[in-house]
């Protein structure tokens, strides 16, 4: 199974967007699932139902700093890590539309609630959201990123 179908199938499993992704790298990081859990919970919905930056963006960003990321605070460690930040942004963009929760559901025709309680999952709650095919594609183009610049082998983890 690809990593983007295992970011599709953790949300189709439960877990929020930015969770989904993050769950799809955690072979490589070297921190227990329960801790990845806790620590993307939050940027889920756009970070917390605010509908803000997609939720499988910033988990994106999260298995990117864990799986290559820097330990450094110097600023050619963040320069590297700002520019890859950005290309995958704009990957995703390109491919999606937005990096914005709000506009990628309204585009979509669904109403984005900004309240804080999290939508029961059901069968119409799957069928209507985007949100499993941008877990897909979030996870696949950091795979992709991650395999062209020699961090992933093709045909290994």
């Known amino acids: 199974m690809s990593r983007g179908e295992r970011a599709k199938e953790n949300f189709l499993n439960g877990c929020n967007c930015a969770q989904a992704v ?10 227990p699932r329960d801790a990845l859990l806790k620590i993307s919970q939050p940027f889920g919905a756009g970070m917390g139902r605010l509908r803000l930056t997609c939720g499988t963006v910033t988990g994106m960003m999260m ?13 050619e460690a963040k320069n590297r890590q700002y520019a890859a930040v950005q290309e995958l942004a704009r990957r995703f963009r390109e491919a999606c539309g937005s990096l914005i929760c709000m506009e990628l559901l309204t585009g979509k025709g669904i109403h984005a609630d900004t309240r804080p309680a999290a939508e029961e999952r059901t069968a119409e709650y799957y069928k209507k959201r985007p949100c499993p095919e941008l877990c897909r594609v979030a996870a696949e183009i950091l795979e992709g990123y991650l395999t062209e610049r020699g961090v992933l082998c093709a045909q290994g983890k």
């Open 22 to 31: 993050l769950l799809a790298f955690e072979d490589l990081i070297d921190l």
């Open 63 to 75: 298995a990117l700093g864990l799986v290559a990321g820097t330990a450094g605070t110097g600023r």
